[in-house]
């Protein structure tokens, strides 16, 4: 086969769609606007139908071998005092938690020997015609491909291009929130902390000698800010959570002086289509759920594999093979997408009396 494709992103869709599509035979180019793979996040939910999927891609062993044992979460207070603790069981043979980088950095050792990448580079402009689509990039350079897949995040640049712009198909959740990771423990191994102040949540999550720092807060409206701007990030952050108690300081020193950072809305793509004439979306680019899913990762490897299967199925017929794909897969994105929107209330809590009760339940 000498069909070429374009895939936009070189996260878990990306990495996910550029295995499935070398394996039918395409030749596959990836673009990436970083320059390189991007790091930080929190770990990653593999979990039933997931597990399958790594299975076929050769996966699974290695997702084992690493896996998190996460063992306890405890609801903490201003004092310190736990106020509610939940063991977590060892998760049974269909469910397994692994460290975003590591699995990230799996699914590029599967195809980077296979696959052309090309970082700190992006689309610009897609013109479709009859038999391909002409694609412009940032660096001046136009080529031609057969199909082109948007596997770029909730701020996707093909998404923008062929569908419109992002305000017409994202579902703010009124939440915004950061994640930073610092090379140490701050708290006991394999342990989750949550304390709340009304409409704030800090969540910290230590593993693998690390740990992770979630900041989350409560807006009524949409705040204007620069996506590429981290410094400006963390300025919002710092101002949101200043004066709030706990070990709150101690942490935003951390987030202050450490790398990687992410910051970003909570909120939900929902699109009538994810595919158009000969360009799909996958991932958080299409069907975002949110990160209060916990299934960013698996979605995305979920979706890539929901789309080469239905260009299994029809042979290539791409118009058949899209118009399955968004068939077949909406109905449980749909149901991962309200589960989502109903955790977010648990998670942040709009009043005191609110996180008292859930903290006795």
Same mark, same amino acid.
């Given at each position: 086969m000498n069909k070429r494709i374009l895939i936009s992103g070189a996260s878990f869709a990306g990495l996910a769609t550029a295995y499935w599509m070398n394996k039918r035979g395409y030749h596959v180019t990836v673009v990436e606007v970083a320059s390189g793979l991007k790091k930080g996040g929190t770990p990653v939910n593999i979990r039933e139908n997931t597990v399958d999927i790594v299975k076929r891609m050769g996966l699974f062993e290695h997702i084992r071998e690493h896996q998190i044992h996460m063992e306890l979460t405890e609801f903490k207070n201003a004092d310190d005092i736990t106020e509610k603790s939940e063991i977590r069981e060892p998760l049974d043979?269909?469910?397994?938690?692994? /460290?975003?980088?590591?699995?990230?950095? &799996? &699914?590029?050792?599967?195809?980077?020997?296979?696959?052309?990448?090309? $970082?700190s580079e992006s689309i610009t402009s897609l013109t479709e015609n009859n038999d391909n689509v002409d694609v412009t990039f940032k660096s001046g350079q136009q080529r031609s491909y057969d199909l082109v897949f948007g596997c770029d995040g909730i701020h996707s640049i093909?998404?923008?291009?062929? $569908?419109?712009? /992002? /305000? /017409?198909?994202?579902?703010?959740?009124?939440? @915004? $929130?950061s994640i930073t990771i610092v090379d140490k423990l701050l708290i006991r191994e394999n342990t989750t902390q949550i304390y709340n102040e009304p409409g704030k949540t800090v969540m910290v999550n230590a593993y693998n000698g690390k740990t992770d720092i979630v900041l989350c807060f409560s807006s009524d409206h949409e705040i204007t800010y620069d @996506?590429?701007?981290?410094?400006?990030?963390?300025?919002?952050?710092?101002?949101?959570f200043t004066g709030m108690n706990w070990r709150v300081p101690e942490l935003l020193e951390?987030?202050?002086?450490?790398?990687?950072?992410? $910051?970003?809305?909570?909120?939900? &793509?929902k699109m009538p289509s994810w595919t158009k004439g000969r360009v799909a979306l996958v991932g958080d680019a299409g069907y975002c759920a949110s990160p209060a899913a916990g299934m960013g990762g698996s979605l995305a490897i979920d979706g890539a594999a929901a789309l080469a299967d239905a260009l299994e199925q029809h042979q290539d017929d791409v118009e058949l093979a899209f118009q399955t794909y968004n068939k077949s897969f909406r109905p449980f994105i749909e149901e991962v997408q309200e589960t989502a929107a109903m955790m977010v209330d648990f998670l942040i809590p709009q009043t005191e009396e609110a996180i008292r009760e859930r903290n006795a339940q």
């Open positions: 043979d269909n469910e397994y938690e692994i /460290e975003r980088d590591i699995l990230l950095r &799996m &699914m590029y050792d599967a195809v980077k020997d296979d696959v052309e990448f090309v $970082f093909v998404r923008k291009l062929c $569908f419109g712009k /992002e /305000e /017409e198909f994202s579902h703010f959740l009124k939440t @915004y $929130f @996506y590429r701007n981290e410094e400006q990030q963390r300025e919002l952050i710092v101002e949101q951390e987030v202050k002086n450490s790398s990687p950072f992410y $910051f970003d809305k909570l909120c939900q &793509m």
